[in-house]
């Protein structure tokens, strides 16, 4: 693993404030992603390191802020850090760390401002979303929401040299986010169901024979338990089907991005092995792929990629 002030100097990364400022975004990301954070240190090329921790940054930062209260004061906050976005992203300056750092993230890869504004006016919809009336109003979610916010690090790693390329690529995301989508639905069901919010649409549950008081009101020795591991089992399958889908992403980045790719998609594959197996467990366990499976990965992806250099060498 290559050393943090190294990776900050690969980057291009050379002001000593600037260099606190992404240090800063380093430890966020370390404490409150550490799966995601090991990835990116272990399977990124160290230039690409510290954007990729910036981008992360940023989008916990402002899930922070439309997580908790009311959904007309999560707006009003979401309104507010906008504002400071926008400046930040205007003139390069701020007084939050991470918008300074996501700030000349964006001057090394302008195509990221786009993504920001996207994920910013996505991040309404997720701020005011208790549940979803049909397949096209998820369809809308992921639209406006979700594929923003994994293009904010996907586009970092994104193929540059060929338009047909890169078209494949977002489409390709575009699946997999959808793919992902579904299942952190399934696997958030026991947290989300307490609060009113459910992810699985009302056509959906209906189609099941459920209705949503079925899920607000569980127990284990319900008659809808049979109809919601139905659900999930055919949840299941549509997700397993996109993520199949997506195994090719990879091949459309370059060589030193691939491992980062495949690991990711893979411990998505995992976390869809866990629910299926809680399957209508669900409402009452959380789902996830298990730590040790997921550092499995991430070790077996960085051997291969430090093979693979050893043979370019």
């Not at 930040?88 to 701020?94: P, Q, R």
């Not at 540059?160 to 986010?177: K, M, N, P, V, Y």
């Not at 049979?226 to 195994?247: K, N």
Request: net charge negative; aromatic share 6%.
């Amino acid at each position: 693993m290559t050393r943090w002030p190294t990776a900050l100097t690969e980057a291009g990364i050379n002001d000593p404030s600037l260099r606190l400022d992404y240090e800063a975004q380093r430890r966020l990301v370390r404490r409150f992603k550490p799966q995601e954070f090991l990835a990116v240190r272990l399977l990124l090329p160290a230039r690409l390191q510290p954007s990729v921790i910036a981008a992360v940054a940023f989008m916990h930062e402002t899930d922070r802020r439309i997580d908790e209260g009311e959904v007309a004061t999560r707006q009003d906050a979401l309104d507010a850090w906008s504002r400071r976005v926008a400046e930040a992203m205007e003139h390069g300056t701020s007084d939050q760390p991470v918008l300074r750092a996501l700030a000349d993230t964006a001057e090394r890869h302008p195509h990221l401002s786009t993504y920001v504004r996207e994920f910013l006016d996505g991040a309404h919809v997720e701020a005011g979303w208790t549940g979803f009336e049909t397949e096209s109003d998820f369809q809308a979610y992921v639209d406006a929401y979700s594929h923003p916010a994994l293009m904010l690090t996907a586009s970092l790693v994104a193929p540059t040299a060929q338009a047909e390329q890169a078209d494949a690529f977002e489409s390709g995301c575009r699946t997999l986010i959808e793919a992902m989508q579904r299942a952190d639905f399934l696997a958030d069901l026991s947290e989300d169901v307490p609060q009113g919010r459910v992810g699985i649409s009302h056509e959906e549950l209906t189609h099941f024979g459920l209705e949503l008081d079925d899920l607000l009101n569980p127990s284990p020795a319900s008659a809808s338990a049979p109809a919601l591991e139905h659900l999930v089992q055919a949840q299941a399958r549509t997700i397993s089907a996109g993520l199949a889908s997506c195994r090719g992403l990879p091949d459309l980045v370059a060589p030193e991005n691939q491992p980062f790719l495949r690991a990711f998609i893979r411990v998505q594959e995992l976390q869809l092995e866990d629910v299926r197996s809680k399957g209508g467990k669900l409402l009452h366990e959380e789902a996830g792929a298990s730590k040790p499976a997921a550092l499995g990965v991430l070790l077996q992806h960085w051997r291969a990629a430090r093979k693979q250099r050893g043979r370019r060498r």
